[in-house]
């Protein structure tokens, strides 16, 4: 896994939280690469990490955003779902999830520490 510049895909997200969740993830990690998809196809495109939407925009067999966590493959890249509801967050992480962040929080201390953890990477000076 890259120590500094991770690729970390955007899963179901709408342009507009696309644009927000991309600017706050370089705030966090300057040299991160940030793809976005919106169909099952391109999940198998390389990524250190998907960031998937709650409810998923696009072509993807379900609409639901932990449905899909609960269905990737074992070897498949870490994922965090994003939502404001705990409930779902919860149900995230008994899906496989690593613990993640809801987009009110996507430029909160909170948001950089699921995104670092989830990366194992550590915080830079």
Partial sequence: MPTDSPTITLVGHCRPDVFALTAAIRGYIPKATVT???SNDQ???PTDLYLINRILDGDFPTESGIELISN??????PAILVT???QHAQAALQAGAKPGFGKADSRTPKAQQALL???NMEISS
Avoid: C, G, K, V
């Fill in 36 to 38: 976005s998809i919106n």
């Fill in 43 to 45: 999940m198998t495109d």
């Fill in 117 to 119: 953890n989830a990366l």
């Fill in 72 to 77: 990737l493959p074992e070897n498949a890249p």
């Fill in 84 to 86: 404001n509801i705990e």
